[in-house]
């Protein structure tokens, strides 16, 4: 079983819809983070979480929001998608040290 | 602010030839780096991980280095091969945690 699990895969939506991206962790890690890929601009950082506690905004957080239910699970919600939030939507994982990162196999939102 | 730069941004070789890719990070206070592969449309693999204190990590036929003072990483692929068609990406942190990626080196490999 992969170590970064991430539901749905792939998912379309309209605007002005709320929708939540769940990730989910096996490797007993305190770090998760959300990034979000678009063609050119490469990996970006939405927000990160140092442990249960812990919530920090990354560099594009505007119209994003997050939950950490449990160290294991880390999850995204855009409460009123637009069509720029189309991307690829990657969850990560790392501990303190020595800070290795892993990804989930990511999350194809389109927003129409 | 770390800016991270890959260059280029594609590179295409026959099979057989050693691949050169290559990162610069501005800001030389890292906690360390780490090189991943990308395949279209998927998640990203973690190859290799180097700490702040190493000079260069080894796995079969990669070799990354890693020097500091001049906010440089190499990746090296000896002898590649049509699956090592991919993207890939160098990220770097400092010692609080958040990762700045660079944009990438597409590769491909030619029969």
New interface residues.
């Given amino acids: 079983d992969a170590d970064v699990t991430q539901t749905p895969r792939n998912r379309i939506t309209k605007t002005g819809k709320r929708i939540m991206l769940e990730c989910s962790q096996t490797k007993g890690h305190d770090r998760m983070y959300w990034y979000r890929q678009d063609p050119g601009l490469g990996l970006r950082l939405i927000y990160y979480s140092f442990d249960v506690k812990d919530i920090n905004k990354g560099e594009i957080s505007d119209g994003y929001s997050v939950s950490r239910q449990a160290q294991a699970k880390f999850s995204l919600s855009l409460e009123s998608a637009i069509p720029n939030q189309t991307a690829l939507y990657f969850c990560a994982t790392s501990d303190f040290s020595p800070g290795e990162q892993f990804f989930g196999p990511g999350t194809r939102l389109t927003v129409l | 602010k770390q800016e991270v730069t890959q260059i280029p941004a594609a590179l295409s070789v026959p099979e057989g030839e050693n691949l050169v890719l290559n990162c610069s990070f501005t800001d030389s206070a890292i ?2 780096l ?1 090189w ?1 592969r990308q395949d279209p ?6 190859l290799l ?1 180097i ?1 702040s204190s190493q000079r260069e990590q080894t796995s079969g036929r990669l070799n990354a280095s890693l020097d500091k003072s001049s906010g440089r990483s190499t990746l090296y692929i000896a002898a590649s091969q049509p699956g090592d068609s991919a993207t890939y ?1 160098c ?1 770097v ?1 400092a010692n609080w ?3 700045q ?4 080196t597409q590769v491909v490999v030619t029969p």
């Fill in positions: 906690y360390n780490q991943f449309g998927k998640g990203l693999t973690s991980l700490q990406l990220a942190t945690g958040k990762f990626f660079g944009a990438g």
